[in-house]
């Protein structure tokens, strides 16, 4: 029964490994692999022309005569090319550090240990999956904003009455905030995949305690969460620090800027700053769902120790070993659901039905041990030592929320004069 499963898992193997390749050679691409100095040097001076040289360039040749302030505005387009840039230069600096330093496969945590199983693999690359749908939809949505403002300011602001020039200038633009857009969203989408990577093995640890082992081996798998809980909040805290800040910052500016605006704000002068605005919530909502779910995680395995414990002292309490062999070892009291993404969702696990209850003094202290060891260490994604939870989550999502509202309502209204 063995023999014919060992190909398949062979395959998974390299399956999982063709995407490792493939989601590195995406990075590559975009610029995040500096394992070089060449390729790190090529990969900024890209950077430099695509996301600065370029934009200024459009700018300058299509700016349009003195006196059309209602169709362009000069500070306007500044400071939406300062922010796409700034916010583009943080994702490329702190991510391409962690791929230099650690490569995608440790950079992403994509667990060796847990690796040799097929269940792992196939979650895996089912989150792979998911990165790149992420990443594609929430680029589309954006490109399609983008592209329909553009096409609406080239319609006023054609280049002295030469077509080519200007679609030609207009194509330019489009492929320049796609690639500085692409560089952002793709830091977001990554750190959000190692969130979702590490959740798989926090969700594995409910099936760790099914398992009659001592209880120095949860303790130990409990370790190694927490080890690894602590690498991710150490790689990645500069990251969406600098993110939040260089995003809180381009927002107020932005708010100050249509504030001391005395002119007509419409789509078309106005309508980066909401395309730019929602690409930054975007982002920076991607980011801090990861850091949510991944604190959710951790804080919930004092429950779950908690009730293992319960469980595991009333069946050895109350169930004779007659009752536990005549119900045949393998009665399950509590359904498991461990694939529910639901933030709320709870972790249930089986009675631990192995025929010889425990019911000895010391394994009762061994197992209370562990649940105030388990109970003590929540831990979860931390930032400088703030711990990043629902509450911190909600007060910036609101900040940031509030801030692009506006925006949106100075930009995408209808003004009559």
């Known amino acids: 029964m063995a023999s014919p499963q060992l190909p398949l898992v062979g395959d998974s193997d390299s399956e999982l490994d063709r995407s490792l390749t493939t989601l590195e050679n995406f990075l590559g691409l975009l610029g995040f692999c500096h394992y070089t100095f060449l390729r790190g040097l090529l990969s900024w001076l890209a950077f430099l022309v695509l996301a600065v040289a370029v934009p200024l360039s459009v700018h300058e040749f299509s700016r349009c005569a003195a006196g059309c302030e209602r169709f362009e505005i000069d500070t306007f387009e500044l400071e ?3 922010s796409r840039a700034v916010v583009a230069a943080v994702s490329l600096l702190c991510v391409s550090r962690n791929l230099r330093r650690y490569g995608v496969r440790q950079a992403l945590f994509v667990d060796r240990r847990h690796g040799h199983t097929t269940q ?9 999956r998911t990165f790149y749908c992420l990443l594609a939809s929430w680029f589309g949505i954006c490109f399609l904003l983008k592209a329909a403002r553009e096409a609406a300011r080239l319609i006023y602001l054609h280049h002295d009455g030469s077509w080519w020039l200007s679609v030609g200038l207009l194509f330019i633009c489009l492929f320049s905030w796609s690639y500085t857009t692409l560089v952002f969203l793709s830091g977001c989408a990554l750190f959000h995949l190692v969130g979702n990577l590490q959740i798989i ?6 099936k760790v305690l099914e398992i009659d082992s001592d209880v120095s081996v949860y303790i130990e798998e409990h370790m190694a969460l927490a080890y690894a809980l602590s690498k991710i909040s150490h790689r990645f805290r500069i990251f ?8 809180t ?13 005395q002119g007509v704000i419409n789509l078309i002068n106005g309508g980066d700053f909401a395309v730019l605005s929602i690409v930054q919530l975007v982002g920076i909502v991607l980011c801090l769902n990861a850091a ?7 804080q919930s395995l004092g429950s779950i120790a908690s009730r293992w414990h319960a469980l595991v002292t009333c069946n050895s309490s109350n169930v004779s070993p007659s009752e536990i062999l005549k119900n045949g070892g393998n009665e399950e009291i ?9 933030l709320e969702s709870a972790d249930y696990i089986p009675l631990p039905t192995n025929g010889q209850p425990i019911s000895s003094t010391s394994s009762y202290e061994r197992r209370q041990a562990f649940v105030t060891y388990v109970q003590s260490n ?27 509202f506006f925006v949106l309502g100075k930009t995408i209204t209808v003004t009559v004069r």
């Open 80 to 82: 939406i090319l300062v």
């Open 334 to 342: 509590l359904s498991v659901n461990y694939s529910e993404p639901d």
């Open 240 to 247: 969406l620090l600098l993110e939040f800040l260089v995003i």
């Open 378 to 404: 929540t831990g979860g994604f931390t930032i400088f030592g703030w711990i990043v939870d629902r509450m911190l989550i909600n007060t910036i999502f609101f900040i940031e929320l509030s801030l692009v």
């Open 201 to 206: 093995q926090f969700e594995n640890y409910g």
């Open 249 to 261: 910052a381009s927002q107020f500016v932005t708010l100050l800027q249509t504030t001391e605006n």
């Open 292 to 298: 949510a779910k991944i604190s959710h995680r951790a």
């Open 120 to 128: 792992f693999r196939t979650q895996y690359i089912r989150k792979f």
